[in-house]
């Protein structure tokens, strides 16, 4: 009992500091966000290498997501509700909520990795001593960089998901439900709101910050050698996942009151 | 220009440094010998505030920098250049980046100028045509002499070599203790060098100390290194198993 209550006990204090650890390099991102003037060149590389390697991913997510929420709505609303609300419906859970969501999922499993990875290399190797000892701001130098291009390139990459995915909703719709196109676009554009969408990019923007921060803070809390990469790695990916969903739920309950 | 006063360092319960002291004047190199793992790297790292003493003071320019906080040690850095034991090369930049990236960061030099200060430094250590090429593409030798090149980069006043010749054939090596030499007669650059490399450490060093159980032992310039009446020292650079420092030998 008393070796239980000790060890929850330490796991507090564990995850206290690290709360901590974590809002100090948040912090030291917003008093070092100038940086992204003098490194323009760097955040341009890291959006790319956002861009880069997730898009393909993304397109063939996006397809199936976009084809198998089709498929489910279209067999829970049968019945029910006449198919010219199939758009509706489908368009919808898309723009808010299954874009937004998967794309950051996506996204964190390759990027958020690729960070923690590649500054946890630099952080064992002693480059991010270097770096320190050459008067060069970490945080400035890598970190903000690669939030920026976070915060930019989910909300883009989640446009491309928008599309894609209604572009599988409509394909399943009008090949395998008989709902013909017109039928669709009408019902996606009957209580269509701009308002959505970009609920929907906002939501991409804060889970681009969560995973570039996770990503940039695990890595660079690497501690011993390659096994401490790939546990960082792994880390910054769970971490990263488990708080976009949890930052979803939040945002849901800010933005759309009952 | 360069005071450690009674420095102690343990990590999780071992202990590095111990009551560790070092005076180091404006211009002279000062050499640390001292056997695998006594701690010669962490002592260096404490001198640029990488690591924290748990106590002791370390003074530049008779400021104590342990209670510097981070803008003033971003200011105190400047005067530094630091060679790491095992290079720490950027290795998502190509080799003129490299040596450049401080000068690009801190100064208005356009990149082409960086690039032919950066070409010089190279030349300074006896790399020709690597400019472009990515650490990766280097042997080891080769990272230790563009991470020296870097080191050297922005003319700093104090320079701290962790083994700047291990890795390197004599020949190349004796061309890095000229260069060091060279530094500090032209330059009147203050260094604290760490090597294993007798020959080295004779041929830079103004003073030589042995770091031994977290203390500084002996106080030896080249002249006297071999007529020490240090015993540590002497089994030191003898490179005999046997003797005051107990190696374990005996007990297998
Ligand atoms: N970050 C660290 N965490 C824990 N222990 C460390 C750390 N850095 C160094 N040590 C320990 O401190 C001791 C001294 O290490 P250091 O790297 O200074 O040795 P060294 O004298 O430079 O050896 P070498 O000549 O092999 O480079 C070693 O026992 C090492 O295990
Ligand atoms: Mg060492």
Redesign the interface.
Known sequence: MGGLVSLLGHYLVVGVHAVGRFTLLLGAVLANWTAIFKSRGRVAEQMAFVGVTSLPLIILTSIFVGAVTTWQTAYQIKNYVPMRYLGTAVGRAIVIELAPVLTALVVAGRVGAGMAAELGSMKVTEQVDALETMAINPVRFLVVPRVVAGLIMLPILTIFADLIAIGGALGVSVMFLGVPQETFISGFKLFFKISDLFAGLLKASIFGLIISLVGCYQGLGTTGGAEGVGRSTTRAVVVASVSILIADYLVAVLLFRQ | MIDLIGLRKSFDGQKVLEDCSLHVERGETVVIIGRSGTGKSVLL?HL???MQPDSGQVLINGENTVEFN?DE???A??Q???L?Q?A?????MPVWDNVG??LL??TRLKRHEVYEIAQRKLELVGLTDVEEKMPAQLSGGMKKRVALA?AIARDPEIILYDEPTAGLDPITGDMINELIVRLRDRLRITAVAVTHDIASARKIGDRIYMLHDGKMVGEETPASLDQTDNPYIRQFIRGEAHGPIDTGLATV
């Open positions: 790292k640029v505030g990488l981070q040690w971003q200011q850095r400047t530094f250049g630091m790491f095992n720490a090369l950027f290795d998502s990236l401080g960061e801190h870097r």
